[in-house]
């Protein structure tokens, strides 16, 4: 998948990847929002960024050391201002609309969300499964994560992200409210829904699983959906035991097969999640709201489903220590993190995205840390 020679940072995310024995920790995806910070480390006049996200996201990367990206959002902050989020004038299903209409059906309660599945879901689905590609999919893949790492070539290495399919709850549809009511009093409609993305994703995931193998990927890909909060899953665990876990492990089992390490995103209270993810085959998280109650040096002692350790993304808390803490704070918190994390397979970086507001100070700390620990790695702490 290679066409160029990876430079050192790409080469040390890579070896750690790869478990092989490396000096330095590699730093992670860095995701500042704040323009004035993107431009101050880029090193680049302020307003450089709106005119040119693309050039000055990347030369801020590069300028923090950054080591690996798995998702590659260069424009994604443009969606904020100095004083935060600007929401655009249409208002998504999780984003305060007034109102949901989906092919012409109003979502306004669980039997809405319902008639909606069985009338367009569902067969768009089973048409999906019909007139699945895989060879085109591959080709697809293959040429998108090229063609990404080639833009952050050298020192920067592309890891997987958005290619790797599972089934997921459909509240960015309907809304929470009405999905969610939905899930509770028909069940039987969700597990149908589940089944049928695991159906479809068992298709893409085989495509997947010979990207890896014939493309060269790196073998690392970070699984992505919120379906924690603050106090635990947001259905009773026990129904994800009888209606999506079996129908996750079934579509992930081709990916599974290869060498991929899949890491799962940690947003929310995941401590029931992590022990059934890891059983199925996740050899790893990333993020971690300590906040919430998460055991960070729990998850690091736990073993991959082969006995070997977990790949750990670990992250400075963007909700606490970022934005509340001090400088001193964050340097204890990236020592803490280096120490109760694994020997191998370690990253560093931020839990989630660095939003406007987060002092000066602590981002400079941040940026300072994680340089630290790059070059000298945990012995030289």
Request: overall charge negative; charged content about 25%; glycine content about 8%.
């Amino acid at each position: 998948m290679h066409t160029i020679e990876l430079g050192e940072r790409a080469q040390l995310a890579l070896d750690t990847v790869h478990r092989r024995p490396t000096r330095g920790i590699p730093s992670w995806l860095v995701h500042v929002m704040e323009h004035a910070s993107i431009e101050r480390l880029a090193g680049t006049a302020p307003g450089t960024y709106r005119q040119d996200p693309d050039r000055v996201y990347l030369a801020y990367q590069n300028a923090i050391c950054t080591c690996a990206i798995d998702q590659w959002i260069p424009t994604n902050p443009l969606s904020m201002g100095s004083g935060g989020y600007e929401a655009p004038d249409a208002k998504g299903a999780t984003q305060g609309a007034e109102r949901i209409e989906i092919d012409g059906v109003e979502i306004d309660g669980p039997e809405d969300v319902i008639e909606h599945m069985q009338r367009f879901t569902f067969p768009r689905l089973r048409e999906a499964i019909a007139t699945f590609d895989e060879d085109q999919r591959v080709r697809e893949l293959l040429a998108h994560e090229a063609a990404v790492q080639d833009i952050l070539a050298p020192d920067i290495l592309k890891t997987g992200y958005g290619f790797i399919s599972f089934p997921t709850f459909a509240y960015g549809a309907y809304g929470y409210e009405g999905y969610f009511m939905a899930y509770a009093l028909y069940p039987e409609v969700m597990e149908a829904h589940f089944a049928l993305q695991a159906d479809l994703a068992l298709l893409n995931n085989r495509a997947a699983a010979r990207a890896y193998r014939e493309g060269g990927l790196p073998p690392m890909y970070r699984l992505d959906h919120d379906m924690t909060d603050s106090r635990g899953t947001l259905v009773d665990i026990r129904s994800l035991d009888r209606i999506w876990f079996p129908q996750l492990a079934r579509c992930l089992e081709p990916v599974l097969q290869t060498d991929a390490n899949l890491l799962w995103h940690c947003d929310g209270n995941i401590s029931d999640m992590a022990p059934r993810l890891v059983e199925i085959g996740v050899r790893g998280f990333q993020g971690f709201q300590y906040e919430d109650g998460v055991d960070y040096q729990r998850i690091c002692r736990m073993k991959a489903r082969d006995g070997q350790p977990l790949m750990i993304i670990a992250g400075v808390s963007v909700t606490t220590t970022l934005p509340h803490g001090t400088p001193a704070d964050v340097r204890r918190q990236l020592d803490w993190l280096v120490e109760h994390g694994p020997r191998t397979g370690l990253f560093l970086a931020c839990s989630s995205s660095v939003t406007p507001g987060v002092p000066w100070d602590n981002i400079r700390t941040l940026i300072e840390g994680l340089r630290h620990y790059q070059r000298v790695g945990r012995d030289g702490a």
